[in-house]
């Protein structure tokens, strides 16, 4: 079982990353800010312009230490990886799958079937506590997930599937103005917009999203799946569609969770965003950085894992899960289980 | 895995013409391993292979006629239950590393 290893977090321009015996050392501007044992890390993330030696990726490739790349708009550039793990049968049986008609929309099924399901879980608890003018919207948004939710159980079409997704999507975010408490009203949200985000919610849920998914693709790497090749999303160069399918059931528990918490508690405002001329809103480095601390914290959260029935860390849910995907398409399971919130 | 958190402190006799590379040896695998928090007291949270790894290599270094070499299990909550005071406030390599 993989244990809770961390994340090293790049976030200074001009940053240099060293390898000194079995660490990693970073320097700022000269200045030593850190030495990480490379046995305590998973995956580095450079948020901004980093300089790394060779020496320090070679070795990071060997110890299984993912290594992503940013840009400074926190676009996705880049990720290094040495050889795939795991072995090249299950790759070839996710291929299979991918390439099965039945087999790509059982899974893909029980991706939306998760995602939905946690969605309308998300806006449940979240109406526990809304002002009483705002239940009734999230009432709505709740019984209409629940319908999205029965459809998608029952469809026969992998396009169907796609379709319900769509449109629960649509009508989940719907319901994201009534989720906002007290202060953090100003931020308002009219709707889902990216790339660029053009309010400082959608830059929150696209850094936060562009973090999930390194790490889910990170996971399936690590069981020796390939995270380029999905089910519910489909191949298109360049994208980890795989990853994102993984993450489709950790969207509303682990981002929106945290993105809502940060702002009704009013640790993140209005200002700590700025906007570019082109529209784009941005986060400040100083949001950037309060808002890595919180989904570093939210990964250590302990939570129950239904279908293994064991408690675990968020940290390690994608682990779980990609371990569960390759189970099912070794046949070892009768079909994928999604990481159900309860 | 269970992890398992050990300070390593050690005395080193540098006086003795061999002894100022077994500190720099001792050092090195001790950061290797774990986080410094002064100059010859070290926190390292392993998993239990690499601490028998390590507990290896310093035992195979130490010269047990001149230096000592004590190892400290602490719970895992040594964060929780500790004070530090003053200056080179060590990194805590199991929290967020965001530099």
Known sequence: MTTALNTLFITVEGTRLNKEGERVVVTVKDEKKAEVPLRHLRSVVCLTRAWMTPELLESCVEAGIHVSFFGVTGRFLARVEGLPGGNVLLRREQYRAADDGGRTLAIARAMVVGKVSNARQFVLHAKRDAAAEQVPSLEDAARRLAEHLRAVGRAEELEQVRGLEGIAARDYFEAFPGLLKGGARRFGFDGRNRRPPRDPLNALLSFGYALLAQDCAGALAGVGLDPAVGFLHEDRPGRLSLALDLMEELRAPVVDRLVFSLVNRGQLKPEDFKEEAAGAVMLRDEARKAFLVAYQAAKQVEVQHVFLGQQTSWGLVPHLQALLLARTLRGELDGYPPFAVR | ?99
């Not at chain 2, 926190?43 to 190892?71: Q, T």
């Open chain 2, 1 to 99: 895995m269970r992890k398992v958190t050990v300070l390593v402190c050690y005395d080193v006799q540098v006086s003795d013409p061999t002894g100022p590379k077994r500190l720099r040896r001792i050092a090195r695998m001790c950061k290797d391993h774990g986080v410094r928090v002064q100059y010859s007291v070290f926190e390292c949270v392993l998993e239990p292979k690499d601490w028998v790894v390590l507990r290896a290599r310093l035992l195979s270094e130490l010269d047990a006629e001149s230096d000592s070499l004590r190892f400290y299990f602490l719970s895992e909550d040594v964060a929780r239950k500790t004070e530090h005071h003053g200056t080179r406030v060590p990194l805590d390599v199991e929290g967020p590393l965001i530099l």
